[in-house]
């Protein structure tokens, strides 16, 4: 067994569960935000669905750099192109990860914000940190989001108030 099979494990896991939590934003409430200082909930979902394209980043490049005010998050107009971006990074993602060699899922990769190093650590602890733990992190989220608005929510790791196992 290679070092990335149970990854690929975990990654088809939940975003199967991040797909469910997706499925149920309301196109209606696209522009509908908790706070001010919130996002609105298509820039959230939206957020959501691109993570997975950022493992693509990490097993293909040896650094990612982010130039702030360069950046413009992609926000989708509607829930058509929302579940279309979350499925098409998916996709490109489980691939990417099929038959990755260990020596290079070890290897040290780089975050930069300019030209100031942020994170250095192996490729392997980037997937599990800045990839699945941050796309459980804002599906957690988006699950308050959408309680808010009475949507009902999908048994995740056990059943919600509005469904079952």
């Known amino acids: 067994m290679n070092l990335i099979d149970p990854i690929i494990g975990e990654f ?12 149920r934003v309301p196109e ?6 908790p706070h001010e200082k919130s996002m609105t909930m298509a820039q959230l ?26 950046y413009v998050p992609q926000t989708a107009a509607t829930k058509d192109e929302l579940m279309e971006m979350f499925e098409i990074n998916v996709a490109k993602a489980t691939k990417a990860m099929h038959d990755y060699p260990d020596d290079k899922l070890m290897a040290a990769w780089r975050l930069k914000v300019g030209d100031e190093v942020k ?11 800045m990839i699945l733990n941050h796309a459980v992190h804002h599906r957690g989220q988006l699950c308050v989001y959408l309680r808010l608005k009475d ?4 048994a995740i790791y056990g059943p919600s108030a509005d469904e079952s196992m």
């Open 12 to 23: 088809t896991h939940e975003t199967a569960n991040t797909r469910r939590m997706l499925e």
């Open 45 to 70: 979902a939206s957020h959501l669905a691109q993570v997975p394209e950022w493992l693509i980043s990490v097993l293909e490049q040896d650094e990612l750099v982010i130039n702030i005010d360069e």
């Open 151 to 154: 949507v009902p929510l999908p």
């Open 119 to 129: 994170v250095v650590q192996p490729r392997i602890v980037v997937i599990r940190g």
């Open 28 to 33: 209606e409430h696209f522009d509908w935000k």
